[in-house]
C-alpha cells in the first residue's frame, strides 16, 4: 500500500476486491465436502460407475477435475452479474 495515498483514495480502490472476494467465495463452497458429496451422490445417480469421493471421504482426481469444471462454469455464470468480471 502507497504511504502516500490517502484513506479515501484507497477506499476507493476497494470495489475491485469484489471480484477476487466472490471467486474465494466460490471456491470454498465448491471446495467443501458437503458440496462433493452432493456432486458425488448426483454423478452416481447418473454414471453409477464414476467414483468421486473414496471410501475415506477423499475426493478423487476425476472428482477434482469435475469441480475445477464446476468452478470454471459458475465463474462463467456469475461473470455475467457482476460489473467488474472474476476472470477475463
Not at 490517502?6 to 471467486?23: I, K
Not at 447418473?46 to 477434482?64: A, F, K, N, R, S
Not at 464446476?70 to 455475467?80: F, S
Request: no cysteine.
Amino acid at each position: 500500500m502507497n504511504p502516500n495515498v490517502g484513506l479515501g483514495e484507497s477506499m476507493n480502490n476497494m470495489p475491485h476486491l469484489m471480484p477476487s472476494l466472490v471467486l474465494v467465495g466460490l471456491f470454498v463452497v465448491l471446495s467443501n465436502r458437503q458440496t462433493y458429496d452432493t456432486v458425488s451422490g448426483l454423478v452416481a445417480s447418473v454414471l453409477p460407475d464414476v467414483e468421486l469421493v473414496d471410501d475415506e471421504g477423499h475426493p478423487t482426481l476425476v472428482g477434482q477435475v469435475l469441480h475445477g469444471v464446476v468452478l470454471v462454469a459458475v465463474v462463467h455464470l456469475v461473470n455475467g452479474f457482476l460489473d467488474e468480471k472474476i476472470l477475463h
